[in-house]
């Protein structure tokens, strides 16, 4: 099936995820040097490096999750992919998009709900809403959804989950 306007949107989500992700893990690191030099050489503490580099790692943390749904590299069971038959592994693929999908609205909602709760809370250092910090699980649950969705319009609802190649090679043992 095809989904043009679904796949362009995926497409550009993929690209701000993947631009993010590179330059958080260079702030990240560029920080991580800076802390130590301004502690250990200049006797001055950058304080509030610690609290940016965990708000930071907390977002490529669920971005990454929902880019891991994307490439479709979460951890799954292959050799029970390559042992069922077409009509079993399709069956067992719309059970685990359903569970999964499941969950991760079931995150949205709950994050959603915390960053709501956390509105008006400071964090110590920076003094900015902690709803930064906590926001970064509906966005990633949310960003992931909507990747499973393209899988799941483009490639069926059965092999939402599964790479092709793993799919490729499980036909192959079947023949």
């Known amino acids: 099936m095809r989904a043009p306007g679904l796949q362009r949107l995926d497409d550009a989500v993929a690209r701000v995820e993947d631009v993010f992700l590179w330059i958080s893990h260079g702030v990240i690191a560029t920080l991580i040097v800076a802390a130590v030099i301004f502690r250990y050489f200049l006797s001055s503490p950058l304080v509030w490096t610690e609290e ?24 799954r069971i292959d050799a029970l992919l390559i042992l069922l038959p077409t009509g079993a592994r399709s069956t067992l693929g719309t059970l685990a998009t359903a569970a999964t999908a499941i969950t991760l609205l079931g995150l949205v909602w709950f994050g959603m709900d915390q960053a709501i709760t956390l509105l008006e809370t ?9 709803t930064w910090a906590v926001a970064s699980l509906p966005v990633g649950a ?34």
């Open 52 to 75: 940016f580099i965990v708000i930071t790692f907390s977002w490529m943390l669920f971005i990454g999750l929902a880019s891991g749904f994307r490439e479709r590299m979460h951890l």
């Open 122 to 130: 400071q964090t110590p250092m920076m003094r900015i809403s902690a």
């Open 142 to 175: 949310a960003l992931s959804c909507l990747h499973i969705l393209r899988h799941a319009v483009v490639d069926g609802i059965g092999e939402t989950l599964w790479p092709p190649d793993l799919v490729a090679s499980a036909v192959e043992v079947e023949e």
